[in-house]
């Protein structure tokens, strides 16, 4: 029992704001079921960013890349590549407690194993990152201003 209660005190400091609900869905749904990630739904690739997924966000992000490269290729219509841009967050939506619930465990049991570190440091390691998220939203902003500049018509004052 003493490695059960120290999983769970692992995961708990691994994985910070809202360990409880992870702890919950891992304990209670036994890996069977997945909630529905409400943060997948709304925030899509950026949760996996805020969540410290970073191999999850980049695989996103490269098939993402790639469907729509295809779809442009093709002449998919506006339209329809708006929608496909909602796919991942439906698919985050669906597998997302999950994603993370089995993401944590794999680090949690990977330091059980093999602490190198202390328990501060693997803290640092999971819990949440705003900053890249918030990095990467100002710089799309930026990206956009900066490329739709040139089509905006000015009217003299």
């Known amino acids: 029992m003493q490695t059960e209660a120290s999983f769970k005190h692992l995961i708990q ?7 409880q609900s992870y702890l919950k869905f891992i304990e209670q749904q036994g890996g069977q079921n997945s909630g529905l990630s409400w943060a997948g739904l709304i925030f899509g690739p950026y949760w996996l960013l805020y ?9 996103f992000f490269a098939v ?22 909602l796919i991942p967050n439906l698919i985050l939506a669906g597998i997302g407690k999950r994603l993370y619930s089995d993401f944590a465990v794999q680090k949690t049991k ?34 956009m201003i900066m ?9 003299p004052l």
Not at 13 to 19: E, H, K, V, Y
Not at 147 to 155: D, G, M
Request: glycine residues 8%.
């Open 51 to 59: 969540r410290k997924m970073y191999r999850y966000f980049f695989l």
């Open 64 to 85: 993402g890349f790639l469907i729509s490269m295809l779809a442009l290729i093709i002449g998919v219509p506006d339209q329809v590549l708006m929608g496909l841009a």
């Open 110 to 143: 990977a330091y059980m194993q093999q602490p190198k570190y202390s328990e501060q440091v693997f803290a640092e390691e999971g819990g949440v990152n705003w900053g890249l998220p918030l990095l990467l939203v100002f710089i799309q902003s930026v990206v």
């Open 13 to 19: 400091i691994f994985i910070g704001p809202r360990a």
């Open 147 to 155: 490329l739709s500049l040139p089509f905006i018509q000015f009217s």
